[in-house]
C-alpha cells in the first residue's frame, strides 16, 4: 500500500469524525463548531482537488464509454461536493461571526436538512469503497511479516470483512446518534417556528405602532428573532432550558 493511498484514507478518517462532531453542539459549543466546519470544508476542498484529475477525466466521459459503478461515484461526489457547499454557506449567514440581520429559521432549516442529507449520501460512499477502507485499514494497522513468502493467501489478503463490518457497525451507530440529534434540533426549530407564527397571529391586532414588543397582557419581548438554536446569535441564552432563547420569552 502506497504512502498516497494512506494519507488518503486520514484525511477521510479526519473529515469523517470532524463532520460527525459537528452534529453534537452540545459538545462543541457554538465558536468550536462553527471553527470545525471552515477546517472541514477546507479539508474537503483540498480532497477534490486532489481528485480533480479524476474529476474532468469522468467529466468528459460521463455520457461515454464508462462504467456504472464509476458514474455512481461520480453522482455521489457531486451530491457530497453540493451539500458541503450548502452547508458551509448557510451555516456563514446565520453564524456568530456574520451575525447578520436576516430572518434565520429558513436558513437554519436548510443547514440541518442539508447536513442530515450529506451525511446519508457519506454512509453510502463509505459502504461502497468498503474494500478500499478495509485493505487500507489493515496496511495501516497490521503487524509487519517476517516471512511474507511462508504466508497462506487468506492471510495475504489484507481484508478482512468481519473486522471490518465492526468498525462499520461502530460508524453506523454514531452516525445515527447524530442524525438523532440533528432530526431532533430540527424538529424543535419547527417547533418553535409555529408557536411564533401562533404567537403573532394571536398579538398582531393588540400590538401598538409606537412598540411592537408590548402587547396588552403586559408581554414584553425583547428580541423577535425566537431563534430555537444556538449560532444564530451571539446573544444567544437558554438559562431554563427549554430550547429557546430566552431574549425571545415573555418577561
Not at 50 to 58: Q, T
Not at 94 to 119: K, Q
Not at 186 to 206: C, G, H, P, R
Request: hydrophobic fraction near 40%; charge should be positive.
Amino acid at each position: 500500500m502506497n504512502n498516497r493511498q494512506k494519507q488518503r484514507w486520514w484525511l477521510a478518517l479526519v473529515l469523517f469524525s470532524g463532520f460527525l462532531l459537528e452534529f453534537f453542539l452540545d459538545v462543541t459549543g457554538v465558536e468550536l463548531h462553527q471553527w470545525i466546519g471552515i477546517f472541514g470544508g477546507g479539508l474537503a476542498l483540498y480532497h477534490l482537488l486532489n481528485h480533480w484529475d479524476w474529476v474532468e477525466a469522468v467529466t468528459q466521459r460521463f455520457f461515454g464509454r464508462t462504467t456504472g459503478k464509476t458514474r455512481l461515484y461520480y453522482v455521489l461526489d457531486a451530491a457530497l461536493f453540493l451539500g458541503f457547499s450548502i452547508m458551509i454557506s448557510t451555516g456563514l449567514l446565520i453564524s456568530t461571526w456574520l451575525n447578520l440581520a436576516i430572518t434565520g429559521s429558513a436558513l437554519l432549516s436548510i443547514h440541518i436538512s442539508s447536513s442530515i442529507l450529506t451525511l446519508l449520501v457519506t454512509l453510502v460512499k463509505l459502504a461502497l469503497h468498503w474494500k478500499w477502507l478495509g485493505a487500507t485499514t489493515r496496511s495501516i494497522f497490521a503487524q509487519p511479516q517476517a516471512t511474507p513468502s511462508l504466508l497462506t493467501p487468506s492471510q495475504v489478503d489484507p481484508l478482512n470483512r468481519r473486522e471490518f463490518m465492526k468498525v462499520m457497525g461502530v460508524v453506523s451507530l454514531t452516525s445515527l446518534i447524530a442524525l438523532t440529534s440533528a432530526s431532533r434540533s430540527l424538529n424543535l426549530l419547527e417547533d418553535d417556528t409555529k408557536t411564533t407564527e401562533e404567537t403573532a397571529n394571536t398579538t398582531s391586532t393588540s400590538l401598538s405602532s409606537s412598540d411592537s414588543n408590548s402587547s396588552t397582557s403586559g408581554c414584553s419581548i425583547r428580541c423577535g428573532k425566537r431563534c430555537s438554536y444556538p449560532g444564530h446569535c451571539r446573544k444567544y441564552t437558554d438559562t431554563n432550558n427549554n430550547g429557546r432563547c430566552d431574549l425571545g420569552e415573555c418577561v
